[in-house]
T-cell receptor, first 113, second 112 residues
């Protein structure tokens, strides 16, 4: 089992460019999440998907879009990258409900110049 | 969602028990307490969770006060590999609101 896989691991973009961060899980989890982490700060929720076909905004959704492609995959898109979006992005998945821990990927380190 | 409060940093001597506190005074009856840790810039790692009773697993013990307004994560014999940022969060039983926020956590440093 790979768990939660994120691609790419590293990315450098110029301001205004677009890109999609990919996330896939092989644990048959219902819920998936995208977080960002900036230096010295905790994780902030961007978007989440409680189940296939549904998505909802988190704490910091502006500048991002998401797609829950199927049960396994949850992608995060930056339409027009800005330097403020330089961050480490983590994808996570879990079964729905309080008794189920989140499993995290190893992150995508994005720099926008 | 209930908010959590943790001290920003703590030190612990290697081999001693590390006790990390968390305050969650607004927790509701259907919310679990979860602990995660993050080593360097890796993805957060699940440690333990509980609802009302104390819990223990191979990594740690979780002590939840009777009124559930605070909890303590105990690493019984801390090693240098336990140096990390530790996050305490709450999560609802039904999973209806999944806007899970992590806060800034406690930076635990294990001292040789």
């Amino acid at each position: 089992n790979a768990g939660v896989t994120q691609t790419p691991k590293f990315q450098v973009l110029k301001t205004g460019q677009s890109m999609t961060l990919q996330c896939a899980q092989d644990m048959n989890h219902n819920s998936m999440y995208w977080y960002r982490q900036d230096p010295g700060m905790g994780l902030r929720l961007i978007y989440y998907s409680a189940s296939e076909g549904t998505t909802d905004k988190g704490e910091v959704p502006n500048g991002y879009n998401v797609s829950r492609l199927n049960k396994r995959e949850f992608s995060l898109r930056l339409e027009s990258a800005a330097p403020s979006q330089t961050s480490v992005y983590f994808c996570a998945s879990s079964q729905k409900g309080g008794g189920s821990p989140l499993h995290f990927g190893n992150g995508t380190r994005l720099t926008v110049t | 969602d209930a908010k959590t409060t943790q001290p920003p940093s703590m030190d612990c001597a290697e081999g001693r028990a590390a006790n990390l506190p968390c305050n969650h005074s607004t927790i509701s009856g259907n919310e679990y307490v979860y602990w995660y840790r993050q080593i360097h810039s890796q993805g957060p790692q699940y440690i333990i969770h509980g609802l009302k009773n104390n819990e223990t697993n191979e990594m740690a013990s979780l002590i939840i006060t009777e009124d559930r307004k605070s909890s303590t994560l105990i690493l019984p014999h801390a090693t240098l590999r336990d140096t990390a940022v530790y996050y305490c969060i709450v999560r609802s039983l039904g999973g209806g609101n999944e806007k899970l926020t992590f806060g800034t956590g406690t930076r635990l440093t294990i001292i040789p």
